[in-house]
């Protein structure tokens, strides 16, 4: 029966079903005939008690200040900061590109959300220096894997609260391997620019005192944000809390760029992307049971023992997975089927479940722009009216440079933990 299970998920996921099916249709029916003696109302409190934690409020609202400063121009000026200092350099513009997105990143946690916001600013700017338009595409793509690595990430949120991880400490880790991926794809903007002599923008002769008052009330958002979980001032959900609250301040009364009506729509779409997440979550969490209670893990951990697999093979055979399951399923899906059953092995063998964590958000970055299915690859085709295949044509050159940054970020722990261990120090 348990082939059958699967065999049902898999044709589900070819034919395209919704993902709430694709992973709650299994769960069920993994209850029906495997462990048909379980009480029913197990599998609704499973469902509901699944995401009634406070941690996970933290989601809607970095969503909904996400949609605020995209709509706005807290994104825009702090773009226009970052360009003041390296535009005009050699690459300066991919350069502003890749660190408008990290700064975007750093107050919103969200991956499409800085496609949508870094494409409309970006990609004219990125074509008028030079830039191929394959090339544009793939890096605006890329650098808004970012986002979901510099803190405070709603992947690292999700994966904190399904594994008991310090959030913290994931948001502190993710800044060190943030910057790695960051600074990465800087170096292939600068290969890029060398050959072809392109990417420098005129240099910005305005006083810098303008140009930072200009954008002081933005900068104020990532300092309240990763100031106020740093100091311990706030917890992550505090802080997505302020940072709503501060975006609508700063865009209705300082930059006035916000109405009622906009209003109503940011706080649509954001309640949109929120519900989606949620139901994942909490059917997510009913297969999570299940997983549990047919001790999977322990099968793994067996499986691994029995090959003599060790920590460096194991972080292998993870990677290879979540790289072929970000080819076909969208992000939260993926981390909500492979976590469960991969985190105990970790565990069990040793690895530190916030290497482990940074490990498996880039696995997520990765997927969002792996072909086919790469979420953020439609996004940004939505965005800024391009064909499918011409952003796919322009993600390779990155996909590679992610592969290469897994690895180093994979054997290389000290990426990853070097900065959580200075603050618990």
Same mark, same amino acid.
């Given at each position: ?23 709650g ?6 209850k ?9 109302p ?50 300066? &513009? ?20 800085? +496609? ?14 030079g ?23 709603i ?29 990465a ?6 290969? !890029?620019?060398l ?15 303008g ?13 309240i ?22 975006? &609508?301040? +700063? ?7 916000l ?9 649509e ?42 920590? &460096? ?6 990677n ?9 399923? !969208? ?5 909500l089927?492979?976590?469960?059953p ?22 997520i970055? &990765? ?6 299915f790469g ?12 064909p ?22 994979t ?15």
């Amino acid at each position: 029966m348990t082939v059958i299970i699967i065999l049902t998920a898999l044709a589900m996921l070819v034919l395209g079903f919704e993902m709430l099916l694709v992973l709650g249709v299994p769960a069920f029916l993994t209850k029906a005939f495997i462990f048909p003696r379980i009480p029913d109302p197990i599998l609704i409190q499973k469902l509901i008690g699944g995401i009634n934690f406070s941690t996970l409020l933290a989601i809607p609202f970095f969503i909904f200040a996400a949609e605020l400063m995209a709509s706005g121009q807290i994104a825009k000026r702090l773009t226009e900061l970052i360009k003041y200092f390296v535009g005009h350099r050699l690459g300066g &513009i991919g350069h502003t590109t890749i660190f408008g997105s990290m700064a975007f990143g750093s107050v919103s946690g969200s991956a499409p959300a800085t +496609v949508a916001a870094m494409g409309k600013l970006m990609y004219p700017e990125l074509r008028k220096t030079g830039f191929s338009e394959k090339f544009s595409l793939g890096l605006i793509i890329s650098s808004a894997e970012t986002a979901l690595l510099i803190p405070p990430s709603i992947t690292l949120i999700i994966y904190g609260w399904m594994t008991g991880t310090s959030i913290t400490g994931l948001f502190i880790g993710g800044l060190g391997v943030g910057l790695t991926l960051g600074i990465a794809f800087s170096v292939l903007v600068v290969v !890029d620019s060398l050959r072809k002599g392109i990417g420098r923008a005129e240099k910005n002769t305005a006083p810098f005192v303008g140009v930072f008052t200009a954008a002081a009330w933005a900068l104020g958002l990532p300092v309240i944000i990763l100031g106020g979980i740093y100091s311990g001032l706030f917890t992550p959900t505090e802080a997505a809390a302020v940072s709503v609250v501060y975006a &609508i301040l +700063v865009e209705a009364c300082i930059y006035r760029n916000l109405t009622f009506s906009r209003l109503f729509n940011i706080t649509e779409r954001a309640a949109i992307s929120t519900t989606i997440i949620f139901i994942l979550l909490g059917v997510g969490s009913v297969l999570s049971y299940f997983v549990t209670l047919a001790q999977v893990p322990t099968l793994i951990t067996q499986f691994l023992t029995d090959i003599e697999a060790g920590p &460096i093979t194991f972080l292998m055979i993870t990677n290879l997975v979540f790289f072929l399951a970000g080819m076909f399923i !969208d992000p939260n899906s993926a981390l909500l089927i492979l976590v469960p059953p991969l985190f105990p092995v970790a565990l069990s063998m040793g690895i530190d479940p916030i290497h482990f964590g940074e490990i498996v958000c880039l696995n997520i970055c &990765i997927g969002m722009i792996t072909p086919p299915f790469g979420l953020d690859i439609f996004v940004a085709s939505s965005t800024l009216e391009k064909p499918v295949m011409s952003i796919i044509n322009g993600v390779w050159p990155f996909l590679i440079i992610n592969i290469l940054v897994l690895i180093l970020v994979t054997y290389v722990p000290g990426l990853a933990t070097f900065l959580p261990s200075l603050v618990a120090g």
